[in-house]
C-alpha cells in the first residue's frame, strides 16, 4: 500500500472570492523557496543545514519544530533535493539535475511526504519500514517527510522509534511539528532537533514587498506592514493575507485602508480616540464609540486584540527613557506614531502628574483587555464583555467590587488580597476629581456676582450667558424639560462654567426629576460637592420655578466617596453580574 503524498494543503484564496476559474496558484505556493537562499528568517537552521550538504555529514534523522507558517516543511523539501541533487550549488540543490527535476515535476519515488495527521496508525509506519528496506534505484537518500509527526499514535511512535534505532544508510526522517512537547523522548534524543523561529515582521515585510514587485502589483508599504503584522511570524499566513487582500481589489493599488476592509480590522485613529475615552473616565463615550466599531463591521476578537497592541505600543512610548522609541519599532507610519506619542504623554500625565501611576494605569487596560481577549473565542456575549471592560476601565470604583469577589474565592480576608492597581486607579479618578473641584470652587469663588444674579462680570451689551443662545428657554422651562434636554443642558452649563464641564462628563453628578417641578441633584458625599452652585445657577436660568433639592449619596463601604456611574447599577447587581 503506498503512502499518501501529501497533496495540496492550501486553497487558493483568488479563486473562491472572484469566481476567477483560470489556474491560480495561492502566493505561498507559487513562492515556496526552492533553494536555501530563498528561504526568510531561519539564517541558523539554514546555515548548519548548508554545512552539512557541503561537508557530506548527513544525519539519519531530523526534527523541525516551530510554529506553523515558519518554512519547516519547505526547508525539508530544499534538505530532500538538496542530499539527492547530483551537483549541489553552495549546499543549495541546483534545479537543473536529473534528480532535481524529477523531485520537482513529483515522479522522484525517493522523496515521500506524509501527513501524519492523516495518516497517523502505525500501519502506516509500518509501511515505510517496508519500503526503507530496498535500496533506492536512483539517487543517493531515501527521504521521509513526516509533517505533522505529534498527531501519530503510541504504537505509530514505538513503530517508527524501531526505525530510526537502526536506520538504513540510504534513508532520512524529516520529522515536523509545531508541538514538541508531544513527542516522545524516545524519538527526541535520536534526532537532530532544529527550533524555527517566529519570523521577524521587518523580514515578512521585506518578503512581501519584493514578491509583489514581482508579481508585478502594486501597495503601499503601510498596506504590507500591517499585513505583515498580521501574519504573526508566518511568513505562510502572511501570504495568504496577502492574496486575500490582492483577489478583493483585482487592478488596484492596496493601500492600508483596503487592507483593514478586508481583514475586519480597525485603524490605529479608533484605538487613540477609545484611550481618550478610557483616560478620561468616559464611559459613556468609550461604551458609543464601540457601538461605532461595531456598526462598521468589525469583528470584535479583532478590535480588541489591535487595541492590545496599541496599548502596548504606547506603554513602550512611555516607558522608554525621554520617549525615544521610534516609529520602526512600533511598526506605525510616521503619522500614527505621532498621535500615539501624543496618546503616550497624556497617559503619562493621567496619574495627576505622576508618570508612575498612568503607566500602571496602562499596564491595567492591558491586563483588563487580555483577559477580555482570552473570553471572547467561544462566547456569544462578545458585545457584553467588551462593555464591562470598558465599564471596568472607566469605572474603577464599581471595578473594586468584582475585583474583590474575585480575590475572595479561596481567602477569608478579600481585603487582604485586594486588587492593589484598582485601588491606585480609584485614588488615581479621585485626586482629578478633587482637582478639577478646586479649581472650579476657586473659579467660583472669583467670580461672586456671576450667573445667579444675571448680571455677567464681562458687562457685555447681549447676555452670552443667556440659555436663549443656546437654544434653551430662559426660567420658562420645566424640570421634566431639563431631564428631557439634558445633553443640550450639560452643554449649556458647560459652556457658562466650562470647568463643570468634566465633572458632568464623568458623571459624579447626577440630576434626576422628582415631579413635574423639582430636580434632585445627587453628588457623593464628599465636602467640595456639598454646594454645587454651579449647576443650580445655570440650572435656575433655563427653569426659574423649579425646586432644586440636592441629594448626597453615602456609601457604605467605609471608602471615601467614588462618582458612580450614570447607568444606575446597584452593588448587588454588579457584584454578580461584572466578574
Ligand atoms: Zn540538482
Known sequence: MP???????????????????????????????????????????VRTLKNQIKTGRIGHAYLFCGTRGTGKTSVAKIFARAVNCENPVDGSPCGECASCRAIAAGTDMNVVEIDAASNNGVDNIRDIREQVRYRPTEGKYRVYIIDEVHMLSAAAFNALL??????????????????????????????????????????????????????GLAASDQALRYVARQADGSMRDALSLLDECLSYYIGKDLEYEDVLKVLGAADTAVYSAMLRELLAYRTGGALELLNKVLLSGQELPQFVSGLIWYLRNVLLVMTSADMSV?????????????????????????????????????????????????????????????????IRCTKPAMDAGSAEKEDAEGTDSPRAAGDTSGLAARVAALEAQTEQLQALIASLADRPAAPVSGTSAKKAPADPDSPLNFGLPDGTADAEYIIQHWDQVREYITAVQPLAGPLLDGSAVDVTVRGKSELVIDAPDSPVMEAPAFLTAPLKRIAKG??????????????????????????????????
Open 3 to 45: 503512502l499518501t503524498r501529501i497533496g495540496v494543503s492550501g486553497v487558493s484564496c483568488l479563486c473562491a472570492v472572484s469566481g476567477v476559474k483560470m489556474a491560480y496558484q495561492a502566493l505561498y505556493r507559487k513562492w515556496r523557496p526552492k533553494t536555501f537562499e530563498d528561504v526568510r528568517g531561519q539564517e541558523a537552521v
Open 162 to 215: 524501531k526505525t530510526l534505532e537502526e536506520p538504513p544508510s540510504y534513508v532520512i526522517f524529516i520529522l515536523a511539528t509545531t508541538e514538541i512537547q508531544k513527542i516522545p523522548l524516545t524519538i527526541l534524543s535520536r534526532c537532530q532537533r532544529y527550533d524555527f523561529h517566529r519570523i521577524p515582521t521587518e523580514t515578512i515585510f521585506e518578503q512581501l514587498k519584493s514578491l509583489v514587485e514581482k508579481e
Open 326 to 390: 521610534t516609529a520602526d519599532i512600533v511598526d506605525m507610519s510616521e503619522d500614527d506614531f505621532k498621535r500615539l506619542k501624543e496618546d503616550a504623554a497624556k497617559a503619562a500625565g493621567s496619574g495627576n502628574g505622576d508618570r508612575k501611576q498612568g503607566v500602571s494605569r496602562i499596564i491595567r487596560y492591558i491586563e483588563l483587555f487580555s483577559s477580555l481577549s482570552g473570553k471572547l473565542t467561544g462566547t456569544t456575549q462578545k458585545r457584553v464583555l467588551t462593555e464591562v471592560t470598558l
Open 546 to 579: 423649579v425646586k432644586i433639592t440636592k441629594e448626597l449619596r453615602k456609601e457604605n463601604s467605609g471608602e471615601p466617596a467614588i462618582p458612580q456611574p450614570a447607568m444606575k447599577v446597584d452593588t448587588a447587581d454588579h457584584e454578580s453580574g461584572m466578574v
